[in-house]
């Protein structure tokens, strides 16, 4: 990857993260706080394959023909990337049920006024 490749890469994460924990922590509702933390997951991601990038690198497959000289890319952070996003969007699915759950207890999903209804009931 050539230097401006990195820089507007590492930029675009950077913006990405930000957004993302923006949304987490701005926002009172609760789905729009998932979608905030799939934002800052994408961003890491994205993050995490672009350091693995090597210029000029090759898939490691060994062959009869063996060049000493060339440079081969890891493959294990590809590999532990799609392990995350498994796990992702598992996470994602768990947050939304737990949000179905809390609209059927509370009738909404806004964070502000599931605090309001938690009050009054202590009082």
């Known amino acids: 990857m050539t230097d401006w490749h990195a820089i507007i890469t590492y930029w675009a994460v950077i913006t990405l993260l930000v957004f ?16 905030g933390l799939n934002i800052f997951q994408a961003a890491v ?36 990337i799609l392990t995350a996003i498994v796990v992702g969007v598992s ?18 999903i806004e964070e502000t006024e599931i605090r309001q209804q938690e009050q009054t009931e202590k009082e």
């Open 20 to 35: 993302g924990l923006y949304i987490v922590t701005a926002s009172s509702n609760l789905v729009k706080k998932i979608i």
């Open 45 to 80: 991601f994205v993050m995490y394959i672009s350091m693995a990038k090597i210029l000029n690198g090759t898939a490691p497959i060994i062959t009869d023909k063996i060049n000493e000289f060339s440079a081969y890319s890891n493959p294990l952070p590809h590999v532990l």
């Open 91 to 108: 996470t994602t699915a768990l947050g939304l049920a737990l949000i179905v759950r809390i609209k059927q207890s509370y009738n909404t």
